[in-house]
């Protein structure tokens, strides 16, 4: 592009808002369908977030109700902590404005669906948001609000006390939305989410239909993430000016021991001595050369420990196994788990079920993906956990028609490498789709021993009958030949027979 063809040209800006109005696509509201999915799915998480982080058993209530054949009033309530009444506008009414940015495992990862959901609703239906939280003592505070999109800032439109609300938090929108279509996508991510979060109860409302329960499967709250400080290996350059600027007054020592998890002072002192940088130097002396140099040298350098895995919170094996033989109760259960991993110096588990059933499957294996506990429903085909699990050759672990395996795969890292920001496929990171695809080998293990099982249990099974009609033939006769007017109960000898306990 020529200077002279720039004459005239005006160069404008717009907000993050306005950029995620415009494609809003990207964030799972690109179609009303997926728009209805999204609000209770977003509403939801954030529901089950703010319960676990106080230790609370989850109780959420989602109502839906159709006010016309496409105007849907959506109400998400919780029995939580409430929220602190100063960041109510900015967390609903703001995007990018969150809790949810420190190092340690949260559903959500940009502070930015539930704002999403608030300003899908104003640009369908005009109507605002209205969030009733109960915070501490006294009386609930109500308020109103809708989304300033030219400048990325909320507009309250009432706040005040609410005297009848008594506990947690309630979150009503006004959207267009296809809930006919959306119905089962809903249902599904719910009974999913009874899985990866058994100890939640979620009940589900629908226009006047009876109400649907989810869970509670589990009784045991899991012990909330701790934040932790970054790991040397995921200090990019930015990442790194970021830290700099916030201690530029720090020697090179002392921030690296200060700043970074896994690195003590004679870790910082060798790694400072590999650099031939004095460990005296303050970081504000570093040049731009320099900090590109440390940042290389964090991401390369071997002498690091693995990150701790204390800011992760996986399903856990009683918890996962508790719900799926809820769920499947004459199903056979398998648990496996792989780390924890890093992947860039980000702590990473990968937890996984299988679960066979005597059902005719549609496909076999069929997947079914969480990410951080959140059932991923959309995109699977270029997902990580899809193409790790196509890289396996089943047939060689006994997978066939005559059951179904039903794949139940955890992904939980402090970060989530999603495709796009709707949060609903994985990235392909190799190392990811390495431990994917070893977590499925473990499986297919799992499943071939079972299914050897299983084909041993049905056929002996088959010879029980056989043998117990014999034998109660020969016991028939040979009460007869012998004059006994009782026939013998031969199903203890059956039984010994094919040694069943």
């Not at 031939?276 to 900090?291: A, F, G, V």
Request: with cysteine; charged share 25%.
């Amino acid at each position: 592009m020529t200077e002279a063809s720039l004459v005239g040209t005006e160069f404008t800006s717009i907000s993050v808002a306005e950029f995620f109005y415009r494609n809003r696509q990207m964030v799972g509201f690109g179609n009303p369908t997926q728009a209805v999915y999204s609000t209770i799915r977003e509403l939801v998480e954030n529901s089950l977030d703010a319960c676990e982080d106080a230790k609370i058993l989850p109780e959420i209530n989602v109502i839906i109700r159709r006010e016309s054949s496409d105007l849907l009033l959506i109400e998400v309530s919780d029995n939580g902590p409430g929220m602190p009444y100063q960041f109510v506008p900015e967390a609903f009414g703001k995007v990018l404005f969150g809790s949810k940015y420190g190092l340690r495992h949260k559903r959500g990862t940009f502070g930015l669906g539930v704002t999403m959901a608030v300003l899908y609703g104003q640009l369908t239906t005009n109507y605002p948001a209205t969030i009733i939280t109960k915070h501490g003592q006294g009386e609930a505070n109500e308020f109103r609000l809708l989304v300033d999109i030219k400048n990325n800032t909320p507009i309250i439109e009432y706040s005040g006390p609410n005297s009848s609300h008594s506990i947690g938090t309630k979150v009503t929108l006004k959207i267009r939305g296809d809930l006919k279509r959306s119905k089962l996508r809903i249902t599904e991510y719910l009974r999913l989410t009874s899985v990866s979060t058994p100890h939640a109860q979620i009940t589900l409302l629908i226009d006047d239909n009876p109400p649907i329960q989810f869970g509670r499967y589990s009784k045991m709250i899991p012990t909330p993430p701790r934040i932790s400080r970054p790991h040397p290996r995921s200090a990019d350059i930015e990442l790194l000016h970021h830290l700099i600027s916030n201690n530029n007054s720090m020697t090179l020592k002392a921030f690296l021991v200060d700043t970074f998890q896994k690195c003590g002072t004679k870790t910082a002192t060798r790694f400072l001595h590999f650099l031939s940088l004095n460990p005296n130097r303050t970081t504000e002396s570093l040049t731009r050369d320099e900090i590109v140099r440390i940042s290389n040298a964090l991401r390369n350098y071997n002498g690091f420990d693995k990150p701790e895995s204390q800011c992760l919170s996986p399903i856990g094996k009683d918890s996962l196994m508790e719900a799926l033989n809820r769920l499947y109760p004459s199903a056979s259960i398998k648990y496996e788990i792989r780390g924890p991993f890093e992947w860039n110096g980000h702590p990473t588990i990968l937890e996984g079920a299988v679960v066979i059933t005597d059902s005719t499957p549609a496909e076999n294996p069929s997947l079914i993906r969480f990410a951080n506990k959140v059932p991923l429903l959309y995109d699977a085909s270029d997902d990580v956990l899809t193409l790790a699990m196509k890289r396996i050759n089943w047939n060689r672990y006994g997978v066939d028609t005559n059951s179904q395996v039903l794949l139940f795969v955890n992904l939980c890292s402090t970060r989530i490498p999603y495709r796009e920001a709707g949060k609903q496929s994985i990235a392909a990171i190799p190392a990811i789709q390495s431990e994917a695809e070893l977590l499925f080998k473990t499986l297919g293990r799992a499943i071939k021993r079972e299914s050897s099982s299983i084909r041993r249990s049905k056929r002996n099974a088959r010879k029980m009958r056989e043998f117990s009609k014999y034998f109660r033939l020969i016991a028939r006769y040979g009460a007869l030949l012998a004059s006994v007017e009782t026939t013998p109960d031969t199903s203890k000898l059956v039984e010994s027979l094919f040694e069943v306990k």
